[in-house]
């Protein structure tokens, strides 16, 4: 993938159950507003498909199509069979030109920025080196020099972001 045309990429990551999709969806409004054009790519452990068994679309899939497009007045479904869908960089580079940026949610071994989302309930430790992290939205309080949001300050968290965006522009 060129780091000069591709869109820059923050995974999101934290334990199961710990608010990772959650912290996307109050963070979407706050950088659309900002005017952002924004992709989400979701990592799935399983190998089940994620269209809807006996829909249309997931019948055409299972007959055989390599891909298959879901069109409606509002939104358009991609589902297509890639040999190489575990490669993030490929599937980025494939769908998400044009966007300004994109979060991952989850891809906690992968090589980008990340934002760690912690509650003190699920675990004491980290799963990230403070290194590695863009941000980190907790409950808690960490000595670190890595910013930290609350886990109920989207706002916050996405100014920070649209300020590092145009940090990484200027450059």
Known sequence: ??????????????????????LIEALLPELKSAGLRVAVVKHHHHTSSFDTPGKDTHR?????????LGISPVQVATFSREARSDDLDAVIARHCAGYDLVLTEGYKRGMYPKIEVHRSERSTELLCSFDEMLALVTDGEWDTSVPQFRLDDAPSLASFLVDWLEGRSQR
């Open 1 to 22: 993938m060129d780091p000069a045309t591709s869109p820059p990429i923050i995974s999101i990551v934290a334990r199961s159950q710990t608010g990772k999709t959650t």
């Open 60 to 68: 055409i899939a299972e007959a055989g199509a390599d891909l298959v």
